[in-house]
């Protein structure tokens, strides 16, 4: 096995391992989800935070761990063509012994078969090429801003029939009441299902 066959298998051993942590990683996001809902329904809005901080954080990973994977796969495939490249090589300089064996006897019929072998190896050869070309793509890093967090805390939350109620940071206490009332609470909870619904 030459250098480069034993290059492309560890490459596709790498990637076949990173595509079990990002499925692992599905799996984590998948228990914090579940662990998010049992604290929004138990009313610790905290705890929910860093549950859903959490899945987020594992979602991301899962992404993160796929593009890396993709992006080896990638690297796999133009080892792949290198390898393919050098067999098509020696198939080649078969082809021109070939020739030079037809141009001696100038055998125009069996110069004309060689000729015909030989661009039907190039042409396979530039499909090959342009397949694994076109095989890489390129990845962006994910971050986790708060509003993501709010966001599948409240999908959550829906989910499990919770209402959640956060106060929200930028809001400022008002002055003139000291507390909302039980009518008000209650008009303001049927526009908040309302505005959920619709």
């Not at 228990?31 to 959490?54: G, M, S, V």
């Not at 793509?137 to 801003?145: E, I, L, N, R």
């Not at 966001?151 to 956060?166: I, K």
Request: aromatic content about 4%; hydrophobic content about 40%.
């Amino acid at each position: 096995m030459s250098g480069l066959e034993k290059a492309l298998f560890n490459l596709k051993f790498t990637a076949k391992q990173l595509n079990r942590q990002a499925a692992k990683a599905g799996k984590d996001e998948v228990a914090e989800k579940n662990k998010l809902k049992k604290a929004i329904q138990q009313k610790n809005n905290d705890i929910a935070k860093i549950y859903a901080q959490n899945a987020i954080r594992k979602s991301n990973e899962k992404l993160n761990l796929l593009r890396l994977a993709s992006r080896i796969d990638a690297v796999s495939s133009r080892v792949q063509t290198a390898v393919t490249m050098r067999q098509v090589t020696g198939s080649m300089a078969n082809v021109v012994k070939g020739m030079d064996h037809a141009m001696k006897s100038m055998d125009l019929e069996r110069i004309s078969t060689v000729m015909d072998k030989f661009e039907t190896q190039f042409e396979d050869l530039d499909v090959a090429t342009g397949y694994y070309e076109n095989a890489t793509s390129q990845a962006t890093a994910v971050g986790t801003p708060q509003e993501d967090v709010d966001r599948l805390m409240n999908q959550v939350a829906d989910e499990a029939g919770v209402e959640l109620q956060q106060e929200m940071q930028e809001a400022t206490p008002s002055k003139d009441k000291v507390g909302v009332t039980e009518v008000e609470e209650d008009g303001l909870g049927e526009r908040l299902r309302a505005l959920r619904a619709g």
